[in-house]
């Protein structure tokens, strides 16, 4: 998927991935953080800015948030303001201009904005984005490691890696190596006001 702008309805994203569901069930906090840093990688990557959006419409007396968390902008919405009518604002105000994808699971939301000129991913089609994002760039990675490995136990003299293999398998007792004499000599303390 290429798109300039990417807007995510935060808590329809959690309840609809098992994994932050789960989390989410324990800590709402730690699910909303896994969400962003899943987030934060993915746009390290594709590029595109991030617009994470949040309800915070039934909190009394809220302002609403803007946050910046690491690479990735974090809404809070205020008070009367559901997520879903602040990605609807935005799409209205950059949805024909840029390209934009909103990812909802949300039916009529979706309707909604493509009716506005987003593109649409559900909660599904996301996770499945960011999965090919993560194969994509743990491949990249790989193929800029060597292929051949470096590991201790190659270089090993073979005599003492049959030791440790016996050492291993209990074939053999080891016992504590003996203890060094002590080569520096140690000095008797003076005590103050006393003369040696």
């Known amino acids: 998927m290429t798109c300039e702008y990417l807007l995510v309805d935060g ?33 390290g990557y594709k590029k595109c800015q991030v617009i994470l959006v949040f309800d915070g419409y039934k909190v009394k007396g809220n302002p609403g948030e ?12 205020k008070e009367a303001e559901t997520a879903d009518q602040y990605i609807e604002k935005v799409t209205q105000q950059i949805g024909r201009r840029y390209q934009l994808a909103v990812a ?30 993560n194969q994509e760039i743990h491949t990249q990675h790989l193929e800029r490691i060597p292929s051949q490995k470096n590991r201790l136990f190659d270089n090993v003299d073979p005599a003492l890696m049959a030791y440790l293999e016996d050492v291993r398998l209990n074939r053999i007792l080891v016992e504590e190596p003996p203890k060094k004499p002590s080569t520096t000599k140690k000095k008797k303390a003076k005590l103050p006001g006393k003369k040696s």
């Open 11 to 43: 808590y329809n994203i959690i309840f609809a991935w098992p994994e932050l569901k789960e989390l989410a069930d324990v800590n709402l906090d730690s699910a909303r953080t896994k969400l962003q840093d899943i987030l934060c990688n993915y746009q």
């Open 66 to 77: 803007v946050l910046q968390y690491h690479n990735i902008h974090v809404i809070f919405t």
């Open 104 to 133: 909802t699971s949300d039916r009529l939301e979706q309707v909604i904005i493509l009716g506005k000129g987003a593109m649409r991913l559900s909660a599904r089609d996301l996770f499945k984005e960011i999965s090919e994002t």
